[in-house]
């Protein structure tokens, strides 16, 4: 059985790799996609929690303005792969629908 076995999963792929640190900060950077900063690895992800993730998944049109991302109840780090690190979340939502999904799969990718 996989790791995604039972998921509910949507890609959260995060490629550290393409830009410097948008700051002094050098655990986030500028994303190429939408231009918004982004963890540089699993501790600045964790660190920016709830509050990234509602700015993320509203920019990329997952998640509609009047929702937000209110929690992460699992954050575990998956063993294995040859790139990145991969994590499982789950997260709540202040409204869950059923067009948000609440288990997780995301790799950070590591910076060249």
């Not at 997952?62 to 991302?69: K, Q």
Request: hydrophobic content about 45%; charged content about 20%.
């Amino acid at each position: 059985m996989g790791i995604d076995a039972g998921l509910d999963a949507i890609d959260l792929v995060i490629d550290a790799s393409m830009r410097p640190p948008s700051s002094a900060d050098d655990h986030w950077v500028t994303g190429d996609h939408f231009g918004l900063p982004i963890p540089a690895d699993p501790a600045a992800l964790h660190a920016g929690g709830a509050a990234f993730l509602t700015r993320a998944f509203r920019v990329a049109g997952a998640l509609t303005a009047g929702n937000a991302v209110t929690g992460i109840s699992r954050f575990q780090e998956v063993p294995g792969g040859s790139t990145g690190r991969k994590l499982l979340l789950r997260v709540e939502y202040d409204k869950p629908v059923a067009s948000t999904h609440t288990d997780l799969f995301c790799e950070v990718l590591p910076r060249l």
